[in-house]
C-alpha cells in the first residue's frame, strides 16, 4: 500500500472525481479527506457519499479542515461565509495507511485570492491522479492540467478517464502529455458500492496506485 497520499484532482467540476475517489479509497482501504468542502446548501457535501461508496467505516473518512456553504469556488464561497482560508489549517493529516485527498474542480480552482489549489498541491508534494471525463473539450482541458501541474514540480501519478470510451482522445493525451493511462471508470446505472468496486477492479491495476 502507497506510503505517501495520493491527491485526486479533475479536469473541470461535475465529471465523476467525487466517483473515482470513493472507488479509489475503498480499493485502497485508504482514509478519505477533502480538506475544502463547498456547496453545504445544496448537497450536505461529499463525506456521507464517499464512506457509502467506498465501503468505509464513517471514521475514516477525515473532517474537512473547512466547510463552505454557497456551491461555488472555495475563494468566494469562503468570502460569502466570512472565513479566510489559512494554508496552515491545510496540513496533511497522518494516518495509519493510504490518504486519499481530494480536490475541488479542476487543479487551478483558487483556495483564495491569491492561491490555487495546484499551488497547495506542490507545498504537499504528493503524488497527483488527474481525472478527465471523456466528452469533448477533454484534451485541451487535460493537457491544461498537466502542464500547470508539471509546471509547479508536483508529480503526476497518471490520468484516469471517466465516461463511454474515446479511444483517440484517451491515447492523445497520454502520448501528447507523457503522462499514464490508469484507466476508465465507466458511467454506472445503477451506482452501487458493488457496482463501483467491480468497476474498479476490471478497469483499473491497483498495482499502479501502490508503487
Given amino acids: 500500500m502507497p506510503t505517501t497520499p495520493i491527491i485526486v484532482t479533475g479536469t473541470d467540476t461535475e465529471i465523476g472525481k467525487t466517483v473515482f475517489a470513493a472507488a479509489l479509497t475503498g480499493a485502497l482501504g485508504a482514509h478519505y479527506w477533502k480538506p475544502v468542502q463547498a456547496g453545504l446548501e445544496a448537497d450536505g457535501g461529499d463525506r456521507d457519499r464517499v464512506a457509502r461508496l467506498a465501503g468505509i467505516a464513517p471514521e475514516r473518512v477525515l473532517p474537512d479542515a473547512y466547510r463552505l456553504t454557497t456551491p461555488c469556488s ?4 469562503a468570502e460569502i461565509d466570512g472565513v479566510a482560508i489559512d494554508p496552515e489549517r491545510l496540513a496533511l493529516p ?3 495507511g493510504p490518504l486519499v485527498i481530494e480536490g475541488a474542480g479542476g487543479a487551478l480552482v483558487p483556495l483564495t485570492r491569491q492561491m490555487t489549489y495546484a499551488d497547495q498541491f506542490a507545498r504537499w508534494q504528493c ?4 481525472v478527465a471525463r471523456t466528452m469533448l473539450g477533454t484534451i485541451n482541458h487535460s493537457l491544461l492540467s498537466i502542464e500547470a501541474l508539471r509546471g509547479r514540480g508536483i508529480a503526476i501519478l497518471g490520468i484516469a478517464f471517466v ?3 474515446v479511444e483517440d482522445s484517451e491515447a492523445t493525451i497520454c502520448e501528447m502529455g ?3 493511462r490508469l484507466g476508465r471508470l465507466p ?3 445503477p451506482l452501487t458500492p458493488e457496482t463501483l468496486r467491480a468497476a474498479f477492479a476490471e478497469h483499473f491495476r491497483l498495482e499502479d496506485f501502490t508503487r
Wanted: charged share 30%; hydrophobic share 45%; no cysteine.
Fill in 94 to 96: 497522518q494516518v495509519d
Fill in 74 to 77: 472555495p475563494h468566494l464561497a
Fill in 163 to 165: 465516461g463511454d470510451a
Fill in 187 to 189: 458511467r454506472l446505472d
Fill in 127 to 130: 503524488p497527483v491522479v488527474i
Fill in 178 to 180: 507523457k503522462v499514464r
